[in-house]
Nanobody
């Protein structure tokens, strides 16, 4: 069955870094664009960043440009999110999403808390 499993979340101080991973199985990962979303308490889920199926195209929300980097390893069926210079407002549950045409899959999320 299809699975997207996020990992790497945790508690970090402002200015710190975290690297999230999302391991995929049960579908042809290399054919799907991948995205990271986040949802903070009391707020709607928002798109953070996306990467094309081959990895050649990436997009970022203005709030994370220059601080976050998305990448993927199609040989390992994994997408990553490197988060640097973290701010308290980055605190949220982070979700990965796979999408191709009208089909999408979601992971269960991983909590990121930025606090001193």
């Amino acid at each position: 069955q299809v699975q997207l499993v996020e990992s790497g979340g945790g508690l970090v101080q402002p200015g710190g870094s975290l690297r999230l991973s999302c391991a995929a199985s049960g579908f042809t990962f290399s054919r799907y664009a991948m995205s990271w979303y986040r949802q903070a308490p009391g707020k709607e889920r928002e798109l953070v960043t996306s990467i094309s199926s081959a990895g050649g195209t990436t997009t970022y929300a203005d709030s994370v440009k220059g601080r976050f980097t998305i990448s993927r390893d199609n040989a390992k069926n994994t997408v990553y999110l490197q988060m640097n210079s973290l701010k308290p407002e980055d605190t949220a549950v982070y979700y990965c999403k796979a999408v191709r045409l009208a089909t999408d899959f979601w992971g269960q999320g991983t909590q990121v808390t930025v606090s001193s």
